[in-house]
């Protein structure tokens, strides 16, 4: 093979290595764009849902993934003899846990309630201290969710391992079988009820998905210009 046909095979292979690295760089443009459209279609959701005003549980059961976030009531007893306590919940960047207690109510479904944040014990072995719950039956509002929502953290909106929701965990500590959606405590028939600190909405932001894709569009033309000025250097040189 004399050198001519060298340069012209090396020329092809550089082509063909740059042809790659644009349509990955495509590629993730395109994925990061759905990205931040499902992210921006669940915040919408959540936005719409949150802010409806309370209907009854009964009411929204038959389809609870149609409703999530939204306020819901209904009726029925604590079992404080059932509560779990969820690590690594911080309140203003004071460490504490998520209160998750079972709930009766009176349609005899159980399910978990998730009762607000406490704060932590001084030390490891410290008890936190728990809220009182009333022990007869009362009537609650809170947020229907279900068990693979979203997690409180900034940019990604969905665990990786959706069958390892908050509901999955909870029975799994507790040997307890409950529905696959729980309800996020806001108040109820007593001033007790109220959560001190009541979990909240996940932030509503839609992430940097959509300068991501833009990035990596912008990346594409690098890989393109740079290809371009690499042949215009070779032809240039075969002038000379």
């Known amino acids: 093979m004399n050198s001519s046909s060298k340069r012209e095979s090396y020329s092809l292979l550089k082509s ?19 990205r931040g459209v499902d992210r921006h279609a669940r915040n919408s959701v959540i936005e719409m849902n949150s802010a409806k005003k309370p209907v009854a549980l009964t009411e929204v059961i038959a389809n609870p993934a149609a409703h999530e976030w939204q ?83 900034s940019f990604f909106a969905i665990p990786g391992n959706k069958s390892d929701g908050l509901v999955s965990k909870a029975n799994a500590q507790s040997g307890s079988a409950t529905e696959n959606f729980y309800i996020d405590l806001l108040s109820g028939s007593t001033a007790s009820l109220t959560p001190d600190v009541p979990a909240q909405l996940p932030e509503l932001s839609d992430g ?10 912008f990346f594409g033309g690098l890989v393109v210009y740079g290809r371009f000025l690499i042949r215009r250097d070779v032809l240039s040189s075969k002038e000379l």
């Open 16 to 34: 063909l290595v740059a042809l790659l690295l644009i349509v990955g760089c495509l590629w993730a443009a395109q994925w990061q764009y759905h």
């Open 71 to 153: 306020p819901v009531t209904t009726e029925g007893t604590f079992d404080s003899e059932s509560q779990i306590l969820l690590r690594n919940r911080y309140s203003e960047g004071v460490y504490g846990f998520e209160l998750l207690t079972r709930f009766a109510d009176t349609s005899g479904r159980f399910f978990w309630v998730d009762c607000g944040w406490v704060k932590a014990g001084e030390n490891a072995t410290t008890q936190p201290k728990l809220p009182e719950l009333p022990s007869g039956q009362v009537s609650i509002t809170g947020r229907l969710r279900l068990d693979s929502s979203l997690p409180r953290g």
């Open 208 to 217: 940097p998905h959509m300068a991501y894709a833009l990035q990596w569009v």
